[in-house]
């Protein structure tokens, strides 16, 4: 069982910089390659629905962002240590939400924007940005 483990939340006032991590635990699986899947962040606010953010795919890599944060935020995704980012800059109040990391159902995958294209969520992180 993929086990996906997001770090690195906090409160930030605007303009502020935060990087979220997301360790992918999976240990049982031999044949299990991290670096076979497209992974995503994707955030909700309080009342709001779970919206995409960012995707990058599985090798060679390429990315997508929402139009809200393109230019602000880098997904990027280390894959020998297993582990998927989001570098956040210029942050702005809008920006606070739980942030959750995901996998892609299927290996090979390009970036995906629709949440049920991807399993294996995490907890979520907490970001909030003060103004």
């Known amino acids: 069982q993929v086990q996906l483990v997001e770090s690195g939340g906090g409160t930030v006032q605007t303009g502020g910089s935060l990087r979220l991590s997301c360790a992918d635990s999976e240990r049982i699986s031999p044949e299990y390659d991290f670096s076979d899947y497209a992974m995503g962040w994707f955030r909700q606010a309080p009342g709001l629905k779970r919206e995409f953010v960012a995707s990058i795919s599985f090798r060679p890599e390429s990315t997508d962002y929402a139009y809200s944060v393109k230019g602000r935020f880098t997904i990027s995704r280390d894959n020998a240590k297993k582990i998927l980012y989001l570098q956040m800059t210029s942050l702005r109040p809008e920006d606070t939400a739980v942030y959750y990391c995901?996998?892609?159902?299927?290996?090979?995958?390009?970036?995906?924007?629709?949440?049920?294209?991807?399993?294996?969520w995490g907890q979520g992180t907490q970001v909030t940005v003060s103004s």
């Open positions: 995901a996998r892609t159902r299927l290996i090979y995958s390009s970036t995906r924007r629709d949440a049920p294209a991807y399993t294996n």
